[in-house]
């Protein structure tokens, strides 16, 4: 299974950027759908994740800011951000598990400038 993440840049706060992370197998062969970030020196953390029923989930530090969805028959999985702050620059990867095994993407950097 191979995970395509894209969609990374530099922003300014305030600003919004939409990264997409294309799977190689239909989405719905999977139990969860899940966006991480990791910024220097520190650990990665969940941000966003989406069930196979659509059930969606998000770390404290986005909610009302970030939306995770996705596109079933693109077998796209998105994390929309908006008013990004400093603090959310990091690596952002994305994430799937199925009953077997657990699958990443390469990460795509989020840079946010004051």
């Known amino acids: 299974v191979q995970l395509q993440a894209s969609g990374g840049g530099l922003v300014q706060a305030g600003g919004s950027l939409r990264l997409s992370c294309v799977l190689s197998?239909?989405?719905?062969?999977?139990?969860?759908l899940d966006w991480y970030r990791q910024a220097p020196g520190k650990q990665r953390e969940l941000v966003a994740s989406?069930?196979?029923?659509?059930?969606?989930n998000y770390a404290d530090s986005v909610k009302g800011r970030f939306t995770i969805s996705r596109d079933i028959a693109k077998n796209t999985v998105y994390l929309q951000m908006n008013s990004l702050k400093p603090e959310d620059t990091a690596v952002y990867y994305c994430?799937?598990?199925?009953?077997?095994?657990?699958?990443w993407g390469q990460g795509t950097q989020v840079t946010v400038s004051s």
């Open positions: 994430k799937a598990d199925d009953n077997f095994d657990t699958y």
């Open positions: 197998r239909n989405i719905f062969s999977f139990k969860a």
């Open positions: 989406i069930s196979s029923v659509g059930i969606t």
